[in-house]
DNA sequence: CCACTTTCAACCACTTTGTCCCACATCCTA
DNA sequence: TAGGATGTGGGACAAAGTGGTTGAAAGTGG
């Protein structure tokens, strides 16, 4: 599982080098060296081992062709998305199109979120924590799931 | 199976370069260079690999004639459609009826759709993510159908 | 049915890009 | 402080992408 905040850098060739941590842990888990790269909201990467995609295809699949909710996300997973391995330096191309979207050059954090990765812009991903605090309410809400 | 976004170019004679990446799929998991070009809605390109789009003949031409649905989408599909060959340079030429409706002229998006590839004007195709963002609402309905 | 025109597919050659690899720098641990 | 592990930069070469020319075939009109 991935897990916490690694800082990395994306260098001028729009290269992620993946913390070591992380990289530990896609070694033992993950079979293949594929990765699909993409971005719900345009604003921070989704790294997804390859079959940790594939997953999510799966249960895609069972929903109809029109369902609207699925044609929105697909088509911006799409336009993000790309397919990429990694390096002998453990380093993976972020997508032109991505880095600029999302900022992603210079410092970044990679970030945990269990099954996945996340790259965020370092300024970006500091605002939000510090805007947007966590409520009684969001605290209700966990409580009410019994976390 | 064809994944994510790689930008192309449609050149000054409506040749557009398939993206390596999905080139190499082409190679590997399907026979002949020939692919069927059409459009359903006029808006977007559609490449089946020949063998795809047989497929779905098939399917078609179990439904009786006087379908009405079925008449509609041949109508569609006939009108934009062409059989096509890839050159030495892996370069398609896109039917100039689809190219003036969907605008795919410059720069564009070659986007896999798993079995087919669909091609869509870049900038259009940029506007329609930022202007149609993935809402809360839309993350509940994912949430909701366990994704 | 022939001759002229136009179109288009195939090829060639050049340019650009991206991938891979090497070597160095830096950090951390022992 | 030494040595391994981690992180960084950049160069070389192969791969990908581009543009243009030519010859054959298809289309058109007389």
Known sequence: MFRGNHPARVDEKGRLKVPAEFKRVVDEKYSGAQYYITSLDGKRAQIYPFEEW???EEKLARLSTFNPTKKKFLDRTNYYGQVVEMDNQARLLVPSLLREAAQLKGEVAVVGML??????????????????AFTAEDEATLDGLGI
């Open 115 to 132: 099954t996945y990765l996340e790259v965020r812009n370092l300024e970006a991903y500091r605002k939000e924590i510090e805007e947007n």
């Open 54 to 56: 594939q997953r999510i």
